[in-house]
C-alpha cells in the first residue's frame, strides 16, 4: 500500500505537495493509472488513481473514502519530560505512534534538563513513523507545559503518575478501566520532585509503578504505552 498523508484534502481531485510527489514518481516511480492511498490523520482512507504523475505536483483523482480507518479501540495519552538527548525523545515518539498512542504532551518539570523542544520535527517524525505502520490517527502533540498547569487540568481518576517513590506500589493494570481514556505521567531523568508528586496526589492523581527496573524516561514513557495498549487487549470483551 503506497501511503501518502494530506491533511488539507477536501476534493476529488488532490494535488500532492511537492515533497510527496518527489516521493510518488521518483522513489516509487509511480505513474499514470497506478492507485495510491492517502491519509488526512483524522481517520479517513482516500483511494486514489493517479492522473498526471507530474514530480512537483502530482494530481489524483479520489475514488473512494473510508472512515475512522485505524481508529484504536482506546484512548492513551502519556505525559513524558523530554529527555536531554533528542534522539532518545524522538525514538520515543515513532515507537509511540507505531505501537498507537492517541496524544503525548511534553512536560516541563523542576528536574528537566530540556525546557524547549522543536515541536515541528516531533510532527514529521510521528507522520513518518503513522505511514510507516499504516495508522489513520496522528496522534495530537502538545508542546511543553509547566507541571503545575498540566496537573490543574488533569481529569484526576483517569490520570496516573509513574513515579520512583516507594508508595508507588501498584501498576498500570491494578487501575485499569476497559473503554476509559487513560493518561500516564513520566517524569524527567532526575525523577518528578516531592513537591510536584505531593501536587499530583493532592489533584487526586494516582501513582502508579513501572516496575522494579529503574528505566530510562523514554523507556518508561514507551512501556507505559505499550502497557496500555496490551491491558486493552486484555480486558476486551470477547
Not at 18 to 25: F, P
Not at 183 to 194: A, K, R, T, W, Y
Request: glycine letters at 6%; proline letters at 4%; a negative charge.
Amino acid at each position: 500500500m503506497h501511503l501518502f498523508y494530506t491533511p488539507d484534502i477536501n476534493a476529488e481531485i488532490y494535488t500532492l505537495s511537492e515533497e510527496e510527489s518527489k516521493h510518488c514518481t521518483r522513489v516509487l516511480r509511480l505513474s499514470h493509472g497506478d492507485t495510491v492511498y492517502l491519509i488526512d490523520g483524522v481517520g479517513g482512507l482516500y483511494t486514489a488513481i493517479i492522473q498526471d504523475a507530474h514530480q512537483k505536483r502530482c494530481q489524483l483523482q479520489v475514488v473512494d473514502k473510508q472512515i475512522e480507518y485505524g481508529k484504536l479501540p482506546y484512548v492513551s495519552h502519556i505525559a513524558v519530560a523530554p529527555t536531554k538527548n533528542m534522539d532518545r525523545m524522538e525514538w520515543f515518539v515513532e515507537k509511540a505512534v507505531e505501537i498507537g498512542v492517541s496524544e503525548i504532551t511534553f512536560l516541563l518539570c523542576e528536574h528537566s534538563e530540556r525546557r524547549n523542544l522543536r515541536l515541528d520535527r516531533l510532527e514529521k517524525i510521528a507522520v513518518s513513523a503513522m505511514k510507516q505502520s499504516q495508522k489513520g490517527y496522528l496522534p495530537l502533540l502538545n508542546d511543553m507545559t509547566p507541571f503545575h498547569r498540566f496537573v490543574q487540568k488533569a481529569v484526576p481518576e483517569n490520570t496516573f503518575i509513574a513515579h520512583l517513590e516507594d508508595d508507588a506500589t501498584k501498576g498500570i493494570k491494578d487501575h485499569y478501566k476497559y473503554g476509559q481514556p487513560h493518561c500516564i505521567m513520566i517524569g524527567p531523568e532526575g525523577d518528578f520532585s516531592l513537591q510536584e508528586i505531593a501536587a499530583a496526589y493532592k489533584a487526586g492523581i494516582q501513582p502508579v509503578t513501572l516496575g522494579q527496573s529503574r528505566l530510562r524516561t523514554e523507556t518508561a514513557a514507551l512501556v507505559a504505552c505499550h502497557s496500555l495498549h496490551v491491558l486493552n487487549d486484555l480486558f476486551a470483551p470477547l
